[in-house]
């Protein structure tokens, strides 16, 4: 039985039952058979996971604001005009399509110019956005769909593009967070334009897409055209991919965005692995932390940071001492949290922040390592106080005004004595929505079974 609404086995039915009633406590975004099914499937009809995963999900999408992401939240500048991603028409099943036009993204650029919390959030509001049509084609077909046709467009996919170990991690983080999070949701992903390197780089990648979803890829050869029409009618294609739509803007840009190379003047910090030289280190190892003290001698001083990891996450935060002895050692539990103790994925993306100090004292700059019993952390770090009256590049903020865009110059800015309090993230595209693991290599022409 295929698991779905109206193909179900006596064990099915049976696991979708229990699920519904161990959730019976939380309100959940969708709450008919079909979002159960989307979960179970997902883990094989596993009820404690899927319970487990959707319980976590809530707390993912009370992190990253889902249910209102739409309305409350803005991508960063660079994202909109650079993301090479974007919605037009339907498939021949009716499904929605969703265009990734991935040869045009610039992994270095992104690298520069956002954070990941930012990357991470697009993609969160493109699948919220996936929720909204599939409620519109549900309402206009008169049935239920729920799953989308991606085209991936692998024009000027190179190795000294993409070939690019912090844009990898960024993929890996990326799909994590999908699976996890939007399961079952790829009716079909469509792969054109492959170049010859595809296999080499899709080897790369393919470890961190899950099984359900490789078997949806269709990889097109040199005549992708012709084979692309017998899944999108023409009239639903933009001219560049075969189609009748958009004339004379042959890919459709008011809805698909091009992409390209990102300017450097949208780079949020000049950081890079050579940058490093001028930056102090430290090794955290495994299952330990590091914490340096900071005197600030003047209310309103801003402590300015930045800081990258070679290898792996690392949690961050900044703490500020009660008291006006100082003593070295002082326990955590004798100092307040200023900037939340967070993970963050600095190993992909430069760290940066500023925090407003109200009053003088120590602040104390810790470095937690605490949850990795494997793996120690090397730092690379680099702290500035600039006194009251320094000419920023950008305002300060409230701490309910925290800034999160990553364009131009904006860090993160945390005003001290009104922060939020601890939160731990965690993540980790070949396209949007579902991604898979396993497989062999996979040349142009090539069509996975489905």
Known sequence: MSGRVGDLSSSQQEALSKLKASLSDVTLPENDDYFFLRWLRAVKFDVQRAEDRLRKHLEFRREFGADTILTDWSPPEVLVKYYPTGFF????????VYYDNIGNLDPRGLHRSCKLEDIVKLKVMQSEMWQAKFR????????KIETITCVIDMENLSFHRHYYRPGINLFSELSGVLQRNYPERNHLILVVKAPRIFPALYNLVKHFIDENTRSKIVIFGANWKEELLQYISPDQLPQAYGGTRCEPDPMCTNFITVGGDIPPEYYMTNLTETSKEDMESVVVSRGSSYEREF??????????WEFITSDHDISFGWYQKSGAKRRRFRPMTEMSE???MKRRNSHIIPESGSLLCSTAGIYVMKFDNSY???RSKEVFYSVKLLPP???????LMAAEEIVEEGTGEEDEFYECGDCPGDQTTQGSDLSPGDQTTQGSDLSPG?????
């Open 372 to 374: 990795s019993w494997t």
């Open 338 to 340: 200023v900037v939340p």
């Open 446 to 450: 090539d069509q996975t079974t489905q």
């Open 89 to 96: 028409g339907e498939d021949r099943d009716g499904h929605p």
């Open 389 to 395: 009256d320094t000419e920023l590049s950008v305002p």
């Open 136 to 143: 519109e084609f549900t309402e206009q077909k008169g049935r």
């Open 295 to 304: 005197t600030v001698e003047l209310p309103e001083t801003v402590i300015r």
